[in-house]
């Protein structure tokens, strides 16, 4: 598996992964393309706390694998 992110432009990105590999006894391949916008976690936490939206300090880690972080905040 390969993947890459070009800058695009901004916080936009070009999302490019290739894979081969072997399921079931038989050889697969694939490739897949698309943009992805990225957003810190200070400019997404700044942008909820102007929304009245609480940081309750709890990372959902069972979502880790994904490359991503996901945060637990609720209503103030």
């Keep these: 598996r390969v993947v890459s ?3 695009k432009e901004g ?3 070009i ?3 290739t894979c081969n590999g072997l399921m079931n006894g038989e050889k697969f391949h ?3 393309k698309f943009l992805i ?4 976690v200070d ?3 700044a942008l909820l706390r102007e929304h009245r939206m609480v940081d309750t300090e709890r ?3 069972e ?3 994904t490359g991503s972080t996901y945060k637990l905040y609720r209503k103030s």
């Design 5 to 7: 992110l070009t800058r």
């Design 30 to 32: 694939y490739k897949d």
């Design 37 to 40: 916008r990225y957003w810190s």
């Design 59 to 61: 990372n959902l880690d």
């Design 15 to 17: 999302y490019e992964e």
């Design 11 to 13: 916080d936009v990105y």
């Design 43 to 45: 400019t997404i936490d």
């Design 63 to 65: 979502f880790r694998g």
